[in-house]
Nanobody, 125 residues
Framework: QVHLVESGGGSVEAGGSLRLSCTAAGISFMDYCMGWFRQAPGKEREGLGFVFNGGAGTKYAASVRGRFTFSQDNAKNTAYLQMSSLKPEDSGIYYC??????????????????WGKGTQVTVSS
């Protein structure tokens, strides 16, 4: 079955950088679009953006545009979220997700069926 696994989270100082990875099994990122989300304690899950057309296309939420970059390595079937200029408000659990309809991704959680378990990102001031 489909499994998504995030990795690369950790604790960093404000202004620092992290690169998260999302490795997929059971689907190919050459064919499936995918999304990135985060959730802070007591807050709703926030869509960060999504990747489509085999990694050639990206859509970013305004809150992270210019600081976060999506990419993927199709040979490794892995998607990446490069985060820079991190702020304390970026702290939370970060998730990757894939839709059941391989071509239908969007900013909202409702587009997605498969989710990783998340990886914690903590940004200290």
């Amino acid at each position: 079955q489909v499994h998504l696994v995030e990795s690369g989270g950790g604790s960093v100082e404000a202004g620092g950088s992290l690169r998260l990875s999302c490795t997929a099994a059971g689907i190919s990122f050459m064919d499936y679009c995918m999304g990135w989300f985060r959730q802070a304690p007591g807050k709703e899950r926030e869509g960060l953006g999504f990747v489509f057309n085999g990694g050639a296309g990206t859509k970013y939420a305004a809150s992270v545009r210019g600081r976060f970059t999506f990419s993927q390595d199709n040979a490794k079937n892995t998607a990446y979220l490069q985060m820079s200029s991190l702020k304390p408000e970026d702290s939370g659990i970060y998730y990757c997700a894939a839709p059941i309809d391989r071509a239908l991704c969007g900013m909202a959680s409702r587009f997605y069926h498969y989710w990783g378990k998340g990886t914690q990102v903590t940004v200290s001031s």
